[in-house]
T-cell receptor, first 113, second 113 residues
Framework: EAQVTQNPRYLITVTGKKLTVTCSQNMNHEYMSWYRQDPGLGLRQIYYSMNVEVTDKGDVPEGYKVSRKEKRNFPLILESPSPNQTSLYFC????????????FGNGTRLTVT | GENVEQHPSTLSVQEGDSAVIKCTYSDSASNYFPWYKQELGKGPQLIIDIRSNVGEKKDQRIAVTLNKTAKHFSLHITETQPEDSAVYFCAATPSAAGNKLTFGGGTRVLVKP
């Protein structure tokens, strides 16, 4: 089944404790992206990757890191999480051609206390 | 950059009635306008999209209209059913920034039986 898999689904952590949210897709998509969803703000792009070893900032990249060492994986790293990063996070992927539909994972709900 | 505003933020309709969600965008260069549906506990899923060379597109009970002059586009759902209850997001992207899809704030639709 074609899918984007995120782990974990729920995560509660404390300020400053480094964490990684994993994302994997099995559709051989070139493009992958991370979004955060907050009430009333919709989905805001954090980082995206056009292909292996090619990443770029989205609209809200502060406090986040990403890497794309393999085509299928695109982990999101929070080196020193803060309470304002409490949010619902989504990974998405699509083929490389412009304006292709995004395929989203089921989300990771992160709480930073 | 692009800015997308979406209204209303919540919408309650009686089963069988129509629902309309409206979005405006700021960048006149935007040329791709997808709509996503997010069910509880899941990631958003594309339901319909429209490109700037088309004024209207229909898919069964769902239709999208685009007015490029006024820079707004709308989602129309006819004969609503309880399974249409979800959060809906509009989005826009300019061709020059095809890697950055800007989302509206979302509309929570509740269809009452």
């Amino acid at each position: 089944e074609a899918q984007v898999t995120q782990n974990p689904r729920y995560l509660i952590t404390v300020t400053g404790k480094k964490l990684t949210v994993t994302c994997s897709q099995n559709m051989n998509h070139e493009y992958m992206s991370w979004y955060r969803q907050d009430p009333g703000l919709g989905l805001r792009q954090i980082y995206y990757s056009m292909n292996v070893e090619v990443t770029d900032k989205g609209d809200v990249p502060e406090g986040y890191k990403v890497s794309r060492k393999e085509k299928r994986n695109f982990p999101l790293i929070l080196e020193s999480p803060s309470p304002n990063q409490t949010s619902l996070y989504f990974c998405a992927s699509r083929p490389g051609r412009h304006n292709s539909p995004l395929h989203f994972g089921n989300g990771t709900r992160l709480t930073v206390t | 950059g692009e800015n997308v505003e979406q209204h209303p933020s919540t919408l309650s309709v009686q089963e069988g009635d129509s629902a309309v969600i409206k979005c405006t965008y700021s960048d006149s260069a935007s040329n791709y306008f997808p709509w996503y549906k997010q069910e509880l506990g899941k990631g958003p899923q594309l339901i319909i999209d429209i490109r700037s060379n088309v004024g209207e597109k229909k898919d069964q009970r769902i239709a999208v209209t685009l007015n490029k002059t006024a820079k707004h586009f709308s989602l129309h759902i006819t004969e609503t059913q309880p399974e249409d209850s979800a959060v809906y997001f509009c989005a826009a992207t300019p061709s020059a920034a095809g890697n950055k899809l800007t989302f509206g704030g979302g509309t929570r639709v509740l269809v009452k039986p």
